[in-house]
T-cell receptor
Framework: DAGVIQSPRHEVTEMGQEVTLRCKPISGHDYLFWYRQTMMRGLELLIYFNNNVPIDDSGMPEDRFSAKMPNASFSTLKIQPSEPRDSAVYFCASSITQGNTEAFFGQGTRLTVV | GDSVTQMEGPVTLSEEAFLTINCTYT??????LFWYVQYPGEGLQLLLK?????DKGSNKGFEATYRKETTSFHLEKGSVQVSDSAVYFCALSDRGTDKLIFGTGTRLQVFP
């Protein structure tokens, strides 16, 4: 398996534009996590899914953020409209059931909103 | 709710020095505990884990022991190398929800 695949690796966009980040989890994994990493706040859990169903979205900063998982092999994180303070590295991770198992991370999407 | 607190960095050491990075946690149940490492420009990867009290996780010379009485999971290595320079994250996984929560990360810099 190629691991967790995120796209794009880098995104530069203007304030007010819509941004969509994509993630393909490892086949057979039934948990998918979205994280945001910044210098100030470290690694924040935004939302996670189990079997394609959102379980906890309490980390989503505001209504401008939304995430979907239409099937077991694909998830999106959308920001609309984007703002400069959304600039960060966004990571997707997946794991199999049971909390004592390893989560595998993608390489992240570096988002810059200007 | 569940949380993880780890020491702020950067931690700066000379090669072959002893390393400790402190981590404490707050959880309602008995979580699994992890240390992840992030090298520049990459995602996080698992370094070691422990799933119950008094378990010791170890990998690549790093160790951490799950201490329920002090709610701690400190990372140690007896002799660091320049190649260990990275950011280290302590994390817990809630057994009831499988929610994976990370500390803020500690940057380690090792100089020759």
């Amino acid at each position: 398996d190629a691991g967790v695949i995120q796209s794009p690796r880098h995104e530069v966009t203007e304030m007010g534009q819509e941004v969509t980040l994509r993630c393909k989890p490892i086949s057979g994994h039934d948990y998918l996590f979205w994280y945001r990493q910044t210098m100030m706040r470290g690694l924040e859990l935004l939302i996670y899914f189990n079997n394609n169903v959102p379980i906890d979205d309490s980390g989503m900063p505001e209504d401008r953020f939304s995430a979907k998982m239409p099937n077991a092999s694909f998830s999106t994180l959308k920001i609309q409209p984007s703002e400069p303070r959304d600039s960060a590295v966004y990571f997707c991770a997946s794991s199999i059931t049971q909390g004592n198992t390893e989560a595998f991370f993608g390489q992240g999407t570096r988002l810059t909103v200007v | 709710g569940d949380s993880v607190t780890q020491m702020e960095g950067p931690v700066t050491l000379s090669e072959e020095a002893f390393l400790t990075i402190n981590c404490t946690y707050t959880a309602t149940g008995y979580p699994s505990l992890f240390w992840y490492v992030q090298y520049p420009g990459e995602g996080l990867q698992l370094l070691l884990k422990a799933t119950k009290a008094d378990d010791k996780g170890s990998n690549k010379g790093f160790e951490a022991t799950y201490r329920k009485e002090t709610t701690s999971f400190h990372l140690e290595k007896g002799s660091v190398q320049v190649s260990d320079s990275a950011v280290y994250f302590c994390a817990l996984s809630d057994r009831g929800t499988d929610k994976l929560i990370f500390g803020t990360g500690t940057r380690l810099q090792v100089f020759p």
